[in-house]
């Protein structure tokens, strides 16, 4: 069964630095999706992609946040400049058009210290 | 998205079938009740989902009322490895899932 993989599976950074997480959604899915889930929290939407540009955000998804499919393969979350609270899993998820549901991936745990 | 109840925990003996509630009593004609689990921290996955008619597969069967204001998520012989956060959700649409706190459902040996 063909599987959203994300890369890497954990990433610490300091606080400040800049962070991209990369997924790859499965092959013929359109629509692709960023949550977190904050330690012991709901998971949280963040941002919805399709046809190169963001479809929806959340109001969690600000300026430091910026999603892009740079190579027509993998998407990407890049966090220009880490806070703490930055701390979390992860998730990136994919949608086949005309499909019944969202696919997850196992999510990057990244620890901002 | 419409909002939904759930308790906050469930135990269930291993073998036997676990029946997890929900409800979402504000629900319009076309909303769709989806199920999702999350086992320790892993991405969300996918179960079941339905409009009005009761669904079955591989996995577990949903059953929802006739009015569709609540809907009861079956796993028919629970494992331990159902062990997971069970979350209903009723999307406004399926591009955008709104996770609740969901059931803990425990699955005792």
């Known amino acids: 069964e063909p599987e959203v993989t994300q890369t890497p599976s954990h990433q610490v950074t300091q606080m400040g630095q800049e962070v991209i997480l990369r997924c790859v959604p499965i092959?013929?899915?359109?629509?692709f999706y960023w949550y977190r889930q904050i330690l012991g929290q709901k998971v949280e939407f963040l941002v919805s992609f399709y046809n190169n540009e963001i479809s929806e955000k959340s109001e969690i998804f600000d300026d430091q946040f910026s999603v892009e499919r740079p190579d027509g393969s993998n998407f990407t979350l890049k966090i220009r400049s880490t806070k703490l609270e930055d701390s979390a899993m992860y998730f990136c998820?994919?949608?086949?058009?005309?499909?019944?549901?969202?696919?997850f991936g196992p999510g990057t745990r990244l620890t901002v210290l | 998205d419409a909002k939904t109840t759930q308790p906050p925990s469930m135990d269930c003996a291993e073998g036997r079938a676990a029946n997890l509630p929900c409800n979402h009593s504000t629900i319009s004609g076309n909303e769709y009740v989806y199920w999702y689990r999350q086992i320790h921290s892993q991405g969300p996955q996918y179960i079941i989902h339905g409009l009005k008619n009761n669904e079955t597969n591989e996995m577990a069967s949903l059953i929802i009322t006739e009015d569709r204001k609540s809907s009861t998520l079956i796993l028919p012989h629970a494992t331990l490895r159902d062990t997971a956060v069970y979350y209903c959700i009723v999307p406004r649409s399926a591009r955008q899932l709104t996770f609740g706190s969901g059931t803990q459902l425990t699955v005792l040996p």
């Open positions: 998820a994919t949608w086949q058009a005309g499909g019944d549901t969202q696919y």
């Open positions: 092959s013929n899915h359109l629509y």
